[in-house]
């Protein structure tokens, strides 16, 4: 009983970081409608940022907010320079751009940092809380904390201030929204912005627990990938729900199923992916799309 | 589509300078004068155009972007190695086993994955792509694990003043010719233009009789086939098969090869080929990261540049110079232009 909760515990400390990377993939989704394949490697970026700060004589905790505000930057600045171009292209194009953009973020990583491992202090110190019978480590607790309050920051942005529903606006009827006079390319500049500031911070989650590497966020981007599949691609909520429950089901399967065992977890996502996408491909939050003919 | 307006017709006296230029370079230049440690490499070329004819039919054609191609073709080169390690076969006997097991392969994961459209199949591909090393690794009683199983080279036979990678070479060009013309006879007739109809508008295509879902998932299937059998060879030039060269990194870069080749373009997946495969190489001399940095780049120009690839561009260019020396379909009946749009108007749907 102890392992099954600190199991489910454990998941969704990883369901956590799944979710704010397929929080990051829904932005950029629901603003332009496509997929971002390069999320990931971003993310590793702002990881390494964050490291390099850290060399450089910074704290922990100013170096990853500086790193989350650049990623912002960054996100934004990808938008300007390469998705909005995009933004007629054939779907061949949009694909090719971000795998060609995922490939040179990868070596670019290699090429500054070199593929040696580092390794990143975590956020959160090395206790253990202890709650009766089971005791959960701090990161994990940590980890859950941060997220939840991101999200919480997120919903009061999109739910209570102006410049959040001009946010909604311009994702939802972008031609409407510009009709009351919401400037639909800058909207979009600040989703791709916080796109990438989430996929910052799952980076900056992740790496103290998989050691700094250009290929770290292979293994996350492709649970999160589950993840925003899994909650509707263009569904907030359905990312933050998939995420949570890949997390979960990913650490029951490997911990529960010996055939599958830790080695093999991975395939929990391809399962997921594929069956999402035969039985109900919109999601389980996401918007049925309607097409006229 | 531009592509077919005229059709240039060489006279035949340039096609045998062509044939025999073609010839030499092929059967004589690449596997005798050049240094024999390339000879290898070019046969690798060939295994990965064969692999890159494949993504060319089911995205350039198809319109289905696919990048997991590395998981048929490590699929093709499990097969071989398995059954020439654990049942003692002939290597050449087990390249129609690869061909048939990926294509039945590509036939079952076609099927679902032609209700994955645009985005959600190169999604799906690429998790799959992903998938394929930890799954080999897994069941390593059979695959051989992370050591890999090793089925060394095939050897020349003795009759053949010929020694191993030159003989391995000609095995590659014998598979790469005979799939290269097979997929120019599929991509000459009607189904060109049944796929082109599926790819660019369905509903009319509908209306025209046009059954995508079977048209795609034949496609997908074919162009499995050819990732197996790219595969069953690449296991056969290496000697040597392990789950980590068949990583995304080898999807992608077959991706990369098929864009920057032409993604209609079958000719141009040599050109593709040889780019994915002689660009890293080069690359790593001056930087291990460069060859990924490349790449990254090369797509994106390439996209901005040509987006027909660099066989697009070729063609292209060979057109238009038949078309200015006269050398059309029909130039002799005196109306080449008529008779040209004659030609696309007889193609049945």
């Known amino acids: 009983m102890t392992l099954f909760v600190s199991q489910i515990v454990d998941g969704l400390a990883d369901g956590a970081i799944y979710a704010s990377l397929a929080l990051a993939l829904v932005f950029s989704y629901r603003s332009t409608g496509i997929v971002n394949f390069a999320q990931g490697e971003m993310a590793m970026l702002s990881a390494y940022l964050v490291w390099q700060l850290m060399a450089w004589g910074m704290p922990l905790v100013p170096a990853a907010l500086v790193s989350v505000v650049i990623s912002f930057v960054a996100g934004a600045l990808l938008y300007a320079a390469i998705v909005k171009p995009l933004s007629h292209a054939s779907l061949l194009t949009v694909v090719s751009v971000l795998i060609g953009l995922y490939l040179a973020l990868n070596s670019l990583a290699g090429f500054v940092w070199t593929y040696t491992i580092k390794a990143v202090p975590s956020l959160f110190p090395k206790a253990h809380i202890q709650l009766g019978a089971f005791s959960v480590s701090a990161e994990t607790v940590g980890i859950i904390a941060v997220v939840g309050f991101v999200l919480l920051l997120l919903y009061l942005l999109f739910e209570t201030t102006k410049i959040g529903l001009a946010m909604r606006g311009a994702a939802s009827t972008p031609d409407s929204a510009v009709l009351v006079g919401v400037s639909a390319p800058v909207m979009l500049l600040i989703g791709w912005g916080i796109a990438a500031a989430l996929g910052a911070l799952s980076g900056i989650l992740v790496a103290p627990r998989v050691f700094l590497n250009p290929t770290m966020m292979f293994g996350v981007i492709i649970y999160a990938f589950a993840a925003a599949t899994l909650g509707g691609f263009d569904s907030v909520v359905g990312a933050v729900v998939g995420g949570l429950l890949v997390g979960v089901v990913e650490n029951l399967v490997g911990t529960y199923i010996p055939w599958i065992g830790p080695d093999l977890k991975i395939i929990v996502a391809l399962v997921l992916i594929f069956g999402t996408l035969l039985i109900k491909p919109d999601g389980l939050f996401g918007r049925k799309k309607v097409v006229r003919l | ?349």
Not at chain 2, 21 to 33: D, E, G, K, Q, R
Not at chain 2, 108 to 116: D, I, K, Q
Not at chain 2, 253 to 265: K, N, Q, R
Not at chain 2, 298 to 316: F, S
Request: charged residues 10%; glycine residues 10%; neutral net charge.
């Open chain 2, 1 to 349: 589509m531009s592509d077919v307006v005229i059709k240039p017709r060489l006279p035949a006296a340039v096609r045998i300078v062509v044939a025999v230029a073609l010839a030499v370079l092929f059967l004589y230049v690449i596997p005798f004068a050049i240094p024999n440690y390339l000879v290898s490499q070019f046969a690798t070329v060939l295994a990965f155009a064969i692999a890159i004819i494949g993504i060319n039919l089911v995205t350039g054609f198809g319109g289905a972007i696919t990048l997991g191609h590395a998981a048929f073709v490590a699929l093709g080169s499990y097969t071989t190695a398995i059954l020439v390690v654990r049942y003692g076969w002939s290597p050449y006997a087990t390249i129609p086993v690869a061909a048939m097991l990926s294509w039945a392969a590509g036939w079952c994961l076609g099927f679902p994955a032609l209700r994955l459209q645009g985005l959600y199949l190169a999604l799906g591909t690429l998790v799959l792509s992903i998938t394929v090393p930890p799954v080999l690794k897994r069941f390593d009683g059979f695959t051989g694990g992370v050591q890999g199983l090793n089925l060394g080279n095939p050897e020349a036979p003795a009759f053949l003043p010929l020694d191993d990678s030159q003989w391995i070479y000609f095995v590659c060009l014998a598979a790469a010719a005979v799939l290269y013309v097979a997929a120019r006879r599929i991509l000459s007739g009607p189904l060109r233009t049944a796929l082109a109809a599926a790819r660019d508008n369905q509903l009319v295509a509908a209306v025209m009789g046009v059954d995508r879902a079977t048209l795609t998932t034949a496609t997908f299937a074919m162009s499995s086939l050819y990732a197996g059998v790219a595969g069953s060879l690449y296991a056969m030039i290496v000697g040597f098969v392990s789950p980590d060269t068949f990583n995304v990194m080898m999807s992608l870069s077959l991706f990369v090869g098929a864009v920057v080749g032409g993604v209609t373009s079958i000719a141009g997946a040599i050109v593709g080929a040889m780019f994915i495969q002689f660009v890293p190489i080069w690359a790593s001399d001056i930087d291990v990261s460069l060859g990924g940095l490349v790449f990254g780049c090369a797509l994106i120009v390439t996209l901005i540049v040509i987006p027909a690839g660099i066989g697009g561009l070729g063609e292209r260019l060979f057109n238009r110079l038949c078309a200015r020396l006269g050398w059309v379909e029909g130039a002799d009946a005196g109306h080449p232009a008529s008779e040209a749009v004659r030609e696309v108007r007889n193609e049945p749907a």
